[in-house]
């Protein structure tokens, strides 16, 4: 049974950078049939898929075009973990943030991980 | 991108009632790329429906989609008590990969 557990800083000041990590139990980060996700969820905005980083021979990452200046997503295989990095955060990043795993040829999200919220505040 | 629309916003019915959610998609879809989620409060969104029409691990037959092109449908048999939650589609026909507003279903 694959889980997702999530850790990171609730608040985060305006400018600075976002990171939330996402540890894998259950599966491999350097899987080759999954890729694991990072999607927010606001009041304002409701869930949006931010990116994700997959293993296919080499490391690969796509990432929403909304966020695509600001945002890495990497992989670290020691841990068998992801972490999102989100620079120069503004209020308007306030949300709670999922990571999620989808499998290859299906981009469905399953399982998720708990969720962070995340407040961008001085 | 794919916007998916979903409707109602609000769906109040009783317990043991039958729920019928719909999500309609700007584009036509495969029907192997439309998903569905719940999501109760202070939780993350759990699969329910993949491929539009099959169930995910551990979900009850009361909970069924189908559905193709744009339209797509969620119905739920026999409301229980743990069924009153919100419910999301998604789209994986293209990037980026979208999700609806949600519907909530509440108790009447």
């Known amino acids: 049974q694959v889980q997702l557990q999530q850790s990171g800083p609730g608040l985060v000041k305006p400018s600075q950078t976002l990171s939330v990590t996402c540890a894998i139990s259950?599966?491999?980060?350097?899987?080759?049939?999954?890729?694991w996700n990072w999607i927010r969820q606001s009041p304002s905005r409701g869930l949006e898929w931010l990116g994700r980083?997959?293993?296919?021979?080499?490391?690969?990452?796509d990432y929403a075009e909304s966020v695509k200046s600001r945002i890495t997503i990497n992989p670290d295989t020691s841990k068998n973990q992801f972490s999102l990095h989100l620079n120069s955060v503004t209020p308007e990043d306030t949300a709670v943030y999922f990571c999620?795993?989808?499998?290859?040829?299906?981009?469905?999200?399953?399982?998720w991980g708990q969720g962070t919220l995340v407040t961008v505040s001085s | 991108e794919i916007v998916l629309t979903q409707s109602p916003g609000t769906l109040s019915l009783s317990p043991g009632e039958r729920a019928t959610l719909s999500c309609r998609a700007s584009?036509?879809?495969?029907?192997?790329?439309l998903a569905w989620y719940k999501q109760r409060p202070g939780q993350a969104p759990r699969l329910l429906i993949y491929?539009?029409?099959n169930r995910a691990t551990g979900v009850p037959d009361r909970f069924s989609g189908s559905g193709s092109g744009t339209d797509f449908t969620l119905t739920i048999g026999r409301l229980e008590p743990e069924d009153f939650a919100v419910y999301y589609c998604?789209?994986?026909?293209?990037?980026?990969?979208?999700f609806g507003q949600g519907t909530k279903v509440e108790v009447k």
């Open positions: 999620a795993r989808d499998r290859a040829g299906w981009d469905y999200f399953d399982p």
């Open positions: 259950g599966d491999s980060v350097s899987s080759t049939s999954a890729a």
């Open positions: 980083t997959y293993y296919r021979s080499k490391w690969h990452n």
């Open positions: 584009e036509r879809l495969s029907s192997r790329y």
């Open positions: 491929g539009a029409s």
């Open positions: 998604q789209q994986y026909h293209s990037s980026p990969q979208t």
